[in-house]
C-alpha cells in the first residue's frame, strides 16, 4: 500500500504573552506531517523560526517539494540527505519514526534501547519582561526546581537579582537570546556566578561569539543559536561548555541522536531543548533527553490549550509518551 503524506498548519494559543529578546507572540504556529501506510499512521510536529529564515510558508513549501521522495519510501538515512536541517526534515523525520513503530509494533523507545523511560524535570521559562513583573512571576513558579529566565538586554543585572530573590531555591538557566553586548558580557557573566545561576544560554550573536574563547567563564556557557548539527560541534569546544540540542535545528530525531552521541563525546553537558509547541514536539525530545543535563521541554506548559492526547505534566515533571501520541 503507497505511502500517503499530509500536511497542516495549526495554531495553538499561548497563555499570555510569550516574550524573548528578538519579539512576543500570542500563538504557538506549527506544522503537522502525517503519514499513513497499511493503515498505520504516523505524526510528527515542527515550528517554522524566522531567526533561521523559515516561515510557515517556506516550510510547507519544503515539505512539499519534498513530497514525491516521501511517498516513494523515503528512508529516515536517506532524508538526512534529501532535505537540510531545519524545522521541514523534523517534522518529516519524526513522522517517519513514529510511522515504523506503528507498522512493526516496535516503539521509539524499544528501537532506542531505552528500556527504562523515566518522568524528566523539566525548566519552566518565565519570560523578558521589567524586572518586577519577572520577580512576579518568578515568586509564582519559585516551587518548581528549575527556571529558565528570559534575559537580553544592556542591563540584565536588576533582572537576574530580582528572579533570584524571588525564587531563592530553584536553578536558574538564562537565556539571553544572542541579546548580550559584548561590553556587557563579562559584567552579566560575573552577576551570573555570583547569583548562582547554573546555566548561561546564547549570550552573543552566532557568529559573533569568538570573545567567549578570551574571557573566564565562571558559570557554564551554552550555544543554542550558534549550534545546529553535529558539524558544528568541534568549532565551538573553546567558547562553550553545553550545547542545547533542539529537534527543529537539528532537522528530527535522527540527526540529533547523533549530535548527541558526538557532543557527549567531546565533553559538552547537554541540554535538550525547544521552540513553543505541542506535545507532539516535545514527546521525541523526551526519549533524547533521557540521559540529559538539563531539559527544556516545556512548551505545552505554556499553551492555554495542547493537542488530545497530549503529554503528561506534574509539576515540573514530564512523563514519557504513550504510543496514541507518538512513538
Keep these: 500500500m503507497p505511502r500517503h503524506l499530509d500536511i497542516q498548519m495549526n495554531s495553538f494559543p499561548i497563555a499570555g504573552t510569550f516574550t524573548i529578546s528578538r519579539g512576543a507572540k500570542t500563538s504557538a504556529e506549527v506544522i503537522t506531517c502525517t503519514l499513513t501506510e497499511s493503515g498505520a499512521r ?31 519510501g523515503i528512508s529516515r538515512a536517506a532524508l538526512l540527505h534529501a532535505m537540510p536541517p531545519g524545522a521541514a526534515r523534523n517534522a518529516v523525520d519524526c ?15 524499544d528501537r532506542l534501547d531505552l528500556r527504562k523511560l523515566k518522568p524528566l524535570t523539566t525548566a519552566y521559562t518565565i519570560s ?9 512571576q518568578a515568586r509564582e513558579h519559585a516551587q518548581r526546581p528549575v527556571l529558565k529566565v528570559k534575559v537580553g538586554t544592556g542591563n540584565d543585572e536588576s533582572r537576574i537579582l530580582a528572579v533570584r530573590a524571588a525564587a531563592p531555591d530553584s536553578a536558574i538557566i ?10 556587557r558580557l563579562e559584567h552579566h557573566l560575573r552577576i551570573a556566578a555570583e547569583a548562582n545561576i547554573a546555566l548561561v544560554e546564547q549570550p552573543l550573536p552566532a557568529g559573533r561569539d569568538d570573545m567567549l574563547a578570551e574571557i573566564a567563564r565562571h558559570v557554564l556557557v551554552c550555544a543554542d543559536e550558534s549550534v545546529h548539527h553535529t558539524g558544528d560541534l568541534a568549532s565551538l ?6 550545547i542545547n540540542i533542539k529537534l527543529d535545528k537539528t532537522g528530527g530525531l535522527t540527526e540529533a541522536l547523533e549530535m548527541k552521541e558526538e557532543a557527549q563525546r567531546l565533553g559538552f553537558s547537554i541540554m ?9 514536539a516535545m514527546a521525541p525530545a523526551v526519549l533524547l ?11 505545552p506548559l505554556l499553551l492555554a490549550r495542547d493537542r488530545e492526547p497530549g503529554l503528561n505534566y506534574a509539576g515540573s515533571l514530564v512523563f514519557p509518551p504513550d504510543a496514541s501520541l507518538w512513538g
Aim: charged share 30%; proline share 4%; glycine share 10%.
Design 237 to 242: 569546544a573553546d567558547r562553550y561548555d553545553a
Design 289 to 299: 533527553a533521557q540521559d540529559a543535563d538539563f531539559v527544556d521541554l516545556d512548551g
Design 95 to 109: 513522522a517517519l519514526w513514529d510511522l515504523e513503530a506503528k507498522l512493526s509494533g516496535r516503539s521509539v523507545a
Design 174 to 183: 538564562l537565556d539571553a537570546n544572542e541579546g548580550w553586548p559584548e561590553d
Design 128 to 136: 523578558l519582561g521589567e524586572p518586577d513583573v519577572m520577580a512576579a
Design 272 to 280: 535538550i531543548g525547544c521552540m513553543v509547541g505541542t506535545s507532539l
Design 42 to 72: 504516523g505524526l510528527g510536529e515542527c515550528v517554522p523560526y524566522r531567526r533561521y529564515g523559515e516561515t510557515m510558508e517556506s516550510v510547507m513549501a519544503q515539505i512539499e517539494a519534498a513530497r514525491p521522495l516521501i511517498e516513494d
